[in-house]
């Protein structure tokens, strides 16, 4: 049988606004099966981050239901989403997000602290395995602003990749690079795609369909599977 990721049901986002309800997401369905390679597209404004931030247990959803693992996201503290996150989810963002004052090393190692009980020098083995997945082992002593943007995302990859997260989720992680800058990182996740993990990716770039096991396109609030934005 196959094995599903994360399984979402039935599940709805909707903000406020002066007493009045915004849907966002409607009734959402659907399974990811481990070692997929998911891109969402979408038009600006139509829930694509808001999606990957709940799947990342970044922000809350209103009704439905949302199984990570087996297990039932709802059901969570806050406290224990918090190292659920940390232990089983890794982050890409458009804008890097790496702490200036830190070395590349020290930003990559951030999530292994935060996990604790490792050892220093399994820590240093853990950040050197993720910079060889990213090829960027001569950077381990840099600093951020000694680095191009497309390395600055390698490492944010690195960052992510650090405690062997069960998914990858990547909002937009080629949107601030140039075309061919960009499609290093692409080639770094389809890489970690045959490696089996599984990466769920938004992106406006449509030419990035073709990398995908799985592309779903949200309108409306509601996925599509064609090609209709
Ligand atoms: N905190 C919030 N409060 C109210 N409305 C919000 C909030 N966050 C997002 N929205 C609204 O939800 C909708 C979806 O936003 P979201 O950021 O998910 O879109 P997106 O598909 O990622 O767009 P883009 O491609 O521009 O990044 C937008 O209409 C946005 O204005
Ligand atoms: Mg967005």
Redesign the pocket.
């Known amino acids: 049988m196959t094995k599903h990721l994360l399984e979402v049901k039935d599940l709805c986002?909707w903000?406020?606004?002066d007493k009045n309800r915004?849907l966002?997401l409607k009734n959402l369905d659907f399974k990811v099966e481990q070692g997929s390679f998911v891109v969402v597209m979408?038009?600006?404004?139509?829930?694509?981050?808001?999606?990957?931030?709940i799947l990342g247990l970044l922000?809350n959803f209103n009704e439905g239901s949302y199984v990570f693992n087996g297990q039932d996201v709802t059901k969570m503290t806050e406290n224990q989403r918090c190292s659920f996150r940390n232990n089983h989810i890794g982050f890409i963002f458009?804008q890097f997000y790496l702490i200036e004052s830190l070395t590349v090393a020290q930003n990559i190692e951030l999530p292994l602290l935060y996990h604790g009980g490792y050892s220093s020098e399994q820590r240093i083995d853990m950040v050197k395995k993720s910079l060889q997945d990213v090829e960027l082992e001569e950077k381990f002593k840099s600093y951020p602003n000694e680095l191009s943007g497309g390395q600055q995302q390698r490492i944010s990859i690195a960052r992510a990749l650090v405690n062997e997260p069960d998914v990858i989720l990547a909002?937009?992680p080629t949107g601030a690079l140039d075309w061919k800058t960009g499609l290093k990182i692409i080639d770094i996740l389809v890489k970690l795609n045959k490696q089996n993990k599984t990466i769920i990716m938004?992106t406006?770039d449509s030419d990035l369909k073709k990398y995908a096991t799985h592309c779903v396109f949200?309108k409306d609030g509601i996925f599509s599977e064609e090609d209709n934005i």
């Open positions: 986002k903000y406020e606004q915004y966002v979408g038009k600006s404004g139509s829930g694509k981050t808001t999606l990957l931030n922000d458009q909002d937009e938004v406006h949200l």
